[in-house]
Each structure stands twice: as structure tokens, then as C-alpha cells.
């Protein structure tokens, strides 16, 4: 077979290193091998799959040598986790709890007394496969959710498969909810077949171990490209049923997600913001594209890991890429949308358990639209971005399947009970209160100097992703590439561009649907400064500043209005202006019109906005010198020069002028652009915040 599954089934390269794994203790190769799993989303998806260690430490209490399990804690992630991501327990004390044991209809109840096996008082939560690993009589042991094994334990069959491909190698256990009870399975089958290196669960994932962490992840490794080696050769057809729709162009692509993100976005954020992702990767587009795609995505996914990030199915869109229908189907999405929730809220009262949780946000996670790609939706960017790619894997895993014989979706009762699961209620219950800009989206132009900084990381600090839209690659490149160390990949990206032009701010708005489904927030805050005597004002130097602080100000205001506008739940516009848009300053013509320009633009803006719930303020700083591109050079120079004093006294000249005494920064003006920005503000708009430490001549009148 060829197309997308040549990547699915390529062989899994060996990472390990023997010199750097000489130098590491065997808690550290343990962290090792998880990482090197981790790293390549064909093995495991994020957060998914765990590994275990059974090593040998000093009791705290005794000295004595105990045997110590050390396992994957809950929640974490194998490829991004560090030492403190194991949860460790007394191995024997672990063991023990078999004696008491009660069955089935006890298990939630055992994860309780894993606390009471902590070693060392480690505060790591365990996981609920704790007992998988444990139980198994072998050193090291890792779980993973590999794509092509996954494929092959999803299969009508799974069980004969299993045999087929590895003989005596491994052994298998129809599915079953992971708990106490599958890990006493799970050891008994070990205990009881010396000779396996594994084993392979019902619809769920891969088993394997070892009397090293080098031979466990050699394992690993080679049974999962046993299984993609078997698929690659026994595929047959073409995946999916063959093609029924012809993929777009991208850059089409691209125009129909940016219709349709911010439609769908006003549609399922009433009770909570959310954020989305789109992606066209190749295994998407030949899901989608697919004669097969609306059976097999009504089938669901196989792997509990799956749907519990993706939902129990997607919402297939009727979008026909040869009729360009796009308008139809933005006019049929409430239709589709409540059909989906009507069909959410059925399969619960289907399901529901006299003890269930009260149902959850019934819309679609994902969004599957022929021609175009898939589109996700979730409370953040990762969240969203992960759910795609569980789905990816869920797409692989119905390509294998349904390749070599019948692919099976999870039981709808059991994908209903993991879903509602008591426990996972309980996990939500424990997650910390959404931040203030949580599923905010925010543009910042002039996002790569100072004050743009301060205030993309003031706002990415209360949970806003944030786009910064900067005419200098090189700082916005070094800017993103630093908040993505802080704050993590997702929360923004960089929108190269001239704010005077208006087809680069209309990409940059695009960029931020694009990247994050709609826009909430713009903080117009690229600048200039310029000085001059009246009469030797030249044209080119009046020019360019109404360009860029009045014509820039209203391009990026006007792009982000218009999509605050068609996606239907307010916004905040914040105008970066200047303590000289209301007291003029001679030498400085050019720049004060322009400042005072966007004042009063604001306040048109606020006039327009206040029935579409869409608010316009105004940030007045003064003498920011710190961090600002402004007073780099020459305009440094020329206050300095007008002020007779050195360019490094300049700064103390501006503290003793002001009414406070005090110097202003760019963290001030961004907790004011903050304030406008959020809820705190909500009854605000057509207002002026000055942030210049006191000076009488600019007091708003």
C-alpha cells in the first residue's frame, strides 16, 4: 500500500545510546527509555502509555534493601517527563493488596490503598495501571498505544491475529477496562508463559518486558514493527474505500478552516471559550476524503486513550469541495451541531449509571471536512492540538484495521463508563480554576519590542494564546521562540508583517483564526517616534506617521473587528497611544496628530462596537524608555538634546517631571492593556487609562 500509510509503516528506528545510557543509574534509565518512547507519537500518544521499573532501594525507615516499583504517575507523559514523573511503591506491599481483593465490583476502591505502598513518601500520584506493571513478574515492562498494534488488537479477530504475527512471542487479553483485576490477568499470563515477551490487549495497546531497560525497549520496538511490517504486507484495497472527494489546493484549504473556525467557535462557547487547531496532514486528508470516512468515523474509536481526548465520534461536516458549498454548510451549522449534541445526550441517557456524573459539554471535539482537513476544539491550544492527534492515531488505526479484515470500535456501555469513569470525575474535579484569559485569543502588533512583550506575557500569564504581529523578523522570531520556553509550544506565534499594509494585517488576523479558530483580543501597539520643528516637517515624515500610528492602528482594529463581529461573542480592542495624544508637545507635529488620531478612533470603534458587545480603550504611556524600540537611536538622542541632558539621564528627567516621581515600564502599561483586555474591564469602553507615573497636562478631559 502506498500513500500515508508508508509513514505508519516504516520501520521504528533503535534510538538508544549505549555510551549515554553507561552514565545513568537505573531510575535515569528508566526516565531514558520513556523518553525515547515517548518521542515518536507512533508509539504512544500524548499523556498515553506507561513504563515500570522494579529496582532495588534503601528503605527510609529500615535501611534494608526493598524492591521498589517505580511507574509512570498518573497523568503524566512519557516523552516530556522528568525523574519526579514515577510514582514509587513498595513492591511488596503492592503485591499484598491481591489478599484483599474483592472483585470487579471493587476496583475504583483500590487505587485508593495504593497510597498506603508509597515509597518514600513520594507525592506522585499512582495511575490506575499501576497494577499492570506490578503484577507482572519481570524487571521492566512498558505499555504503549503503537498505531499498528493497536490496528491489529482493533481488528474483527484480534486475537488470531495476534497469533499470526507473533507466534509464541506474545500472548493476548480480550479487552477489558484497565484496573486491578486486568493486571492480575495480565501477571497470571506472564507467570503462567515464562517465554512471552509481551502481550497484546483487546482494542487497547501493547504489553512488553525485559530483564533490562535496554532489552524492554528493544522489545518494544521490535514488536510494534513486527506488526507494521505484517500490515504494510497484508493490506489490501484502497485505504478508507478508495477516494470519493478531490482535495482542495492548501491554500483553499486554508480560506475554508478560516471560515469555519470562528462560525463554529461562537457556536459551542457558551458556557466555555475554546480554543482550535486545524491540520490537513496527509493521513487527514485521505480520512476525509474517503469513500468509507462517515461509516468508520460513526464507529468510534478503539482505544480508551483515543476518544476520551477526541469523544466518543466527530461531527462529519457536509462540505462537497467540488460544489464549493461553504455558505450551505455555514447555514446548516446550528442544524448539525445540536443534531450532534441531541446524539451526545442520548448515548448518555443510554449509558448513565445510577451513580454517573451529570453530562458533560456535549459538542464535537472533532470536526471532520471532506477536501479541506480536521478541525479541533478544547478549553486551551494543547488540549485542542492533542485531540488531533490522538485522532491521527485513531485514523492510522482504522487504516490498519480495516486493511486486513473488519475494524471494531469500542463497546459503547465500556467507552461510556471510562468517559463517566468515577475516578476521571475525580481528576477533573482536582484540576485548577480556568485563568482569566483562559480561550482567549490575543493579537499584539508591535508584538517583538518592549511594551509588546510585557504585554503578550502578561496576558499569556492569565491563559490567553497570543499571536505577535511584528515587522522585524528577527526580534519576533527571538521573541516567540522565548515565550514558547516560557509558557510551552502553543500559546503563540509570530505574524511577520507592516501594520501599513493592509493585506499583511488581514494575513496576520487570518493567521491567528488559523492557528487558534478566532480572535478576541487586538492590542494595536506598533510605533514610532519621530521629532521635528513644524515648519521643517516634511511630508514623507507626516506620512509615516499617520501610516503607521493611524492607518496601522486602524487596519489591525478593523481585521479583528470584522471576525469579532461574525464570530458573535465581543471583544476587547486596546490602542497602545501616547501621553501626547492628549498634550501636545512641540517638535513632535507628526507624531502627536497621529496619537490623538487613534484616541479618537477608539472612541468610533467603542460607539459601533457596544451592541456587538465589542469594547475599545485606550493605554496612555509616557516616557517608557526601557526595552522600547522608540527610544533607540535618534529619538533618544533628540529628547535628550531637547532636554539638555546626557541620553543616560534622560530617564531621570522623565521620573522627576512626573506628578509620582517614579519611572514607568513596560510591565505598568501592560497590566493596564491587561485590565481593558479582560472581564476586570467588562463594563468599560471609550475610555483612557494614562500610565505615566502623574503628569497634570495629560489629565483626561
Not at 479 to 484: G, K, Q, T
Request: charge should be negative; glycine fraction near 10%; proline fraction near 5%.
Amino acid at each position: 500500500m502506498s500513500g500515508p500509510a508508508s509513514g505508519l509503516y516504516a520501520p521504528l528506528p533503535d534510538l538508544w545510546d549505549d555510551a549515554h545510557a553507561a552514565k545513568l543509574d537505573e531510575p535515569d534509565l528508566l526516565l531514558y527509555r520513556s523518553n525515547l518512547l515517548g518521542s515518536d507519537l507512533r508509539i504512544t500518544n500524548f499523556g498515553g502509555g506507561n513504563t515500570s521499573a522494579k529496582i532495588d532501594g534503601a528503605d527510609p525507615l529500615t535501611g534494608e534493601t526493598v524492591e521498589v516499583l517505580w511507574v509512570k504517575g498518573s497523568g503524566g507523559d512519557i516523552g516530556s517527563m522528568k525523574r519526579d514523573g514515577f510514582s514509587t511503591l513498595y513492591l511488596d506491599k503492592l503485591l499484598g493488596l491481591r489478599s484483599v481483593y474483592r472483585g470487579l465490583a471493587h476496583e475504583d476502591g483500590m487505587v485508593a490503598l495504593f497510597n498506603h505502598c508509597t515509597f518514600n513518601l513520594n507525592p506522585r500520584a499512582t495511575s490506575i495501571d499501576t497494577p499492570l506493571h506490578g503484577f507482572v513478574p519481570h524487571a521492566h515492562v512498558d505499555h504503549v498505544h503503537a498505531d499498528a498494534v493497536i490496528a491489529i488488537a482493533a481488528s474483527a479477530g484480534a486475537e488470531a491475529l495476534t497469533r499470526e504475527i507473533y507466534g509464541e512471542d506474545m500472548g493476548f487479553l480480550p479487552w477489558q477496562r484497565p484496573g486491578f483485576d486486568l493486571g492480575l490477568k495480565l501477571g497470571d499470563l506472564a507467570a503462567a508463559n515464562p517465554k512471552l515477551k509481551g502481550a497484546v490487549l483487546g482494542g487497547h495497546g501493547l504489553f512488553t518486558w525485559g530483564p533490562t531497560s535496554k532489552a524492554c525497549y528493544a522489545t518494544t520496538l521490535a514488536m510494534i514493527n513486527k506488526a507494521s511490517a505484517w500490515l504494510a504486507a497484508n493490506g489490501r484495497g484502497a485505504a478508507f474505500g478508495g477516494p470519493a472527494v478531490e482535495v482542495l489546493p492548501p491554500e483553499d484549504r486554508r480560506a475554508v478552516a478560516a471560515k469555519l473556525m470562528p462560525e463554529i467557535r461562537k457556536r459551542i462557547s457558551g458556557g466555555e471559550r475554546k480554543i482550535g487547531h486545524f491540520t490537513d496532514a496527509p493521513e487527514v486528508l485521505e480520512f476525509v476524503n474517503a469513500r468509507d470516512l462517515k461509516a468508520l468515523a460513526a464507529l468510534g474509536t478503539s482505544c480508551p486513550d483515543h476518544f476520551l481526548r477526541t469523544k466518543i465520534r466527530p461531527l462529519v461536516l457536509p462540505f462537497d469541495p467540488a460544489a464549493n458549498n461553504l455558505d450551505a454548510v455555514v447555514a446548516a451549522l446550528d442544524e448539525s451541531l445540536e443534531a450532534y449534541r441531541a446524539g451526545y445526550a442520548a448515548y448518555y441517557d443510554r449509558c448513565k449509571r445510577p451513580n454517573s456524573p451529570a453530562m458533560r459539554d456535549p459538542n464535537a471535539v472533532i470536526y471532520l471536512v471532506p477536501g479541506v482537513g480536521m478541525l479541533s476544539f478544547a478549553k486551551d491550544k494543547a488540549t485542542a492540538r492533542i485531540a488531533a492527534e490522538f485522532y491521527v492515531n485513531a485514523i492510522n488505526v482504522m487504516r490498519g484495521a480495516s486493511s486486513v479484515g473488519c475494524y471494531v470500535g469500542l463497546d459503547e456501555q465500556e467507552a461510556f463508563d471510562i468517559e463517566y469513569w468515577l475516578l476521571e470525575e475525580a481528576k477533573l474535579q482536582r484540576m485548577p480554576k480556568p485563568k482569566a484569559l483562559a480561550g482567549r485569543v490575543a493579537l499584539i502588533t508591535g508584538g517583538a519590542g518592549g511594551i509588546g512583550r510585557a504585554v503578550a506575557a502578561r496576558l499569556m500569564a492569565e491563559g490567553a494564546c497570543v499571536v505577535l504581529a511584528d515587522i522585524d523578523r528577527a526580534s519576533l522570531d527571538d521573541a516567540v521562540a522565548a515565550f514558547r520556553e516560557t509558557f510551552g509550544r502553543d500559546g503563540t506565534i509570530g505574524a511577520p508583517g507592516d501594520v501599513t499594509d493592509e493585506a499583511a494585517v488581514a494575513a496576520a488576523v487570518r493567521q491567528a483564526v488559523l492557528a487558534y479558530g478566532g480572535l478576541d483580543i487586538v492590542v494595536a501597539n506598533a510605533g514610532i517616534a519621530s521629532a521635528a520643528a513644524f515648519e521643517d516637517t516634511s511630508l514623507d515624515l507626516w506620512n509615516r506617521n499617520i501610516a503607521i500610528l493611524a492607518t496601522g492602528y486602524f487596519l489591525a482594529a478593523r481585521e479583528g473587528y470584522r471576525v469579532m463581529k461574525d464570530q458573535g461573542l465581543g471583544g476587547a480592542i486596546v490602542f497602545v497611544a501616547s501621553k501626547n495624544a492628549l498634550a501636545a508637545s512641540p517638535g513632535a507635529s507628526a507624531y502627536c496628530t497621529a496619537k490623538a488620531a487613534e484616541v479618537h478612533l477608539a472612541r468610533c470603534i467603542a460607539l459601533e462596537g457596544a451592541p456587538l458587545g465589542i469594547r475599545a480603550n485606550v493605554v496612555n504611556p509616557d516616557a517608557v524608555l526601557r526595552g522600547s524600540k522608540i527610544w533607540q537611536g535618534e529619538w533618544r538622542a533628540q529628547r535628550a538634546a531637547s532636554n539638555k541632558v546626557s541620553e543616560d539621564a534622560l530617564e531621570e528627567v522623565y521620573r522627576q517631571r512626573s506628578l509620582l516621581k517614579r519611572s514607568v515600564y513596560p510591565e505598568d502599561i501592560a497590566e493596564a492593556v491587561y485590565y481593558f483586555a479582560s472581564d476586570l474591564s467588562a463594563k468599560s469602553t471609550g475610555n483612557i487609562l494614562n500610565v505615566d507615573a502623574g503628569n497634570a497636562v495629560s489629565f483626561a478631559r
